[in-house]
């Protein structure tokens, strides 16, 4: 079974993408409007050249398509630049978000992107944990400041979420 049978038949809760999109399947779109459909999946798991061989554009439409998944409880994104407009959008469209993880990011945007990711963060009434390792900005003059406050505040969780069964590319 691929990755994309995967989440059309609704038979994946763990999802890992690190490979590139033509690994997962013939274009981004087709896995927009699937993810968009899927009901079971738990948690998202971004890395790797999946991500990064994206445009913006499309890494935006990724994250906004996950946000029509009601189960969704934990995201992590790692090894790319995103846009943090779009990381507080998911946020706020994904009420049972429990948590969220960013490694090796590039995060992008002006001050007041970065300050209105930090309001989410606070606003978000169910997310327990939010870590973010070796994130940095793409802008020099960015501070970072509050959203390390909110990692300090938000990265207590006991245990993570649990994951039962794993697709994945890699």
Known sequence: MTILS???????????????????CSDVHTLINALKSNTTIIAVRFEGDFLDDLSS???????????AIESLKTVH??????????????????PGLLELTMSDMV????????????????????????????CV??????????????????STISSPVAHMAAAQTA
Do not use: C, P, W, Y
Request: no cysteine; charged share 25%; glycine share 6%.
């Open 6 to 24: 995967g989440i059309e038949s609704n038979t994946v809760m763990n999802l890992i993408i690190k490979d590139s999109i033509d690994e997962v």
């Open 57 to 67: 554009l499309q890494r935006g439409e990724v994250l906004e398509a996950i946000t």
């Open 77 to 94: 994104l790692g090894d790319s630049f995103i846009f943090t407009k779009d990381i507080a959008a998911m946020l706020k469209s994904v």
């Open 107 to 134: 995060l992008q945007g002006i001050q007041i992107d970065f300050d209105q990711l930090e309001q989410a963060l606070h606003a978000h009434t169910g997310l327990k944990f939010f870590k973010m390792d070796n």
């Open 137 to 154: 900005t793409s802008v020099q003059d960015i501070d970072m400041s509050n959203l390390e406050k909110s990692e300090k505040k938000l």
